[in-house]
């Protein structure tokens, strides 16, 4: 009997090592997206706060300006003063690996996590 | 009766016991990173960069650990950078910015620059001359993407004067220009010829696969880590639209799309765009709005969809149908109707 249990105890704590060890590598990634301007890192930002960002420069004596907004797991352009809106347009991500681009500005976000979404790429 | 004896074997029993659990605890430990780095290998990782005046995303399926994988994104890009050295119409030595400024001499240039150049001579003649890659007069006077700007009607006349890729003669590895005003521009054709020269580069490499985005011109290579299709989704062109309308699923292809939303700009409220006619100097219009197209490779690909956005659908159709290397593509018309040409795995979105 008091094999048994020793048995039970050890095969427990493995099964308990693992699911911990493999639970804590895999969240890891998701939980941040990098901000570049003009292929340069600006910003890591942490997804699991709420937060307000704004990016601004001045081209040609122009101000130009994103806002992005963070919320747990997910980000977004909420608004810019680009030509285009595209970056606004693209909404929240929370997954995958396209990013969200203002070519005018020159801005990427990036999530860092690597898991595919639903799709490859979105053109149009 | 315990004696000495007893409690020395006791004690080596539970020495043995912990000993066991120390080994199992560390193995289990041990496997459940293992299969971690495992997983690692076995997922994606995305890069994204401006080049070639537009954004582009290079994904990678598989390819070993998240530095091996970061290395051949880098050399993936450092081949980007490096064409877009020979086909930069604005770099100065660029192969396409010595043919211009040679005042009509022969140029000595690198076979890519030839294969692109002669690719564009094709579809001039495809498209009667309407997709012409001797536009680059017209189209650095409007400087799409830089500083947009309304040309004069003065200005718009002696760029079309020298719209014309007959003026183009390939000898060998030299390319002349016959009107030395002419400027090439190799904006319109160049992309898809890079992101089919990263495909190959990719492909030799020991990953699962990869999809190369130049601005709307995508390769994809290998499968996805699922085996599944490759999904690429068509938003819809409507201006300001943030809708999808449906799905492309395919194998090892080129993805391309153009529209009119790309690039344009809005001045006194009227919207100008960058894909501009030839023969008037201003932006095309037809009853296209928006091409996506399956093809061999993407330097075709991109070739025909501008060609297609400038001829207009049912001329489009006929080219598509004729040209080598197309496989098929969903042409979106100004009054939103979608036609589907040829044939591709096309999931439209039915909300």
Known sequence: MKSNKFWLITFGVLIISCITVIYFLQKTPASYANIYHNNILIDSVDLSNTNEIWFRQTVNNAEQYNQILVEVGRIRIQAANCPDKFCIHQGWVSSGLIPIVCLPHRLVIQLQNNKNADYDAIVG | MYTGKNIKKENTITRYKALVIFILIITAITIAISGCFEMSEENALGLTQFHLDTHCTIIIHGGGTRAEVTKLLDEAFEIIENFEKIFSITVQDSDVWRINHAGGEPVTVSEHTIMVIRTGIMFGELSDGLFDISIGRLSRLWRFGIDPYIP??????????????????????????????????????????????????????????????????????????????WRVAVRDPKAGSDELIGVIDTKEAAIISSGLYERMFVIDNRTYHHILDPRSGMPVITDLVSVTLVADNALVGEALSTTALLVGSEKAIEILEQTEGFRGGILILSDGKIIKVGDIRWLPDEE
């Open chain 2, 152 to 229: 004069t009607l003065s200005e718009i006349d002696f760029a079309i004067e020298t719209v014309d890729f007959r003026n183009i003669v390939i000898d060998g590895n030299t390319v002349q220009l016959k009107n030395p005003d002419t400027w090439i521009d190799l904006g319109a054709i160049a992309k898809g010829y890079i992101a089919d020269q990263v495909g190959d580069f990719l492909r030799e490499k020991d990953i699962v696969g990869a999809v190369i985005n130049l601005g709307g011109d995508i390769v994809t290579v290998g499968t996805r880590l699922d085996e599944e299709l």
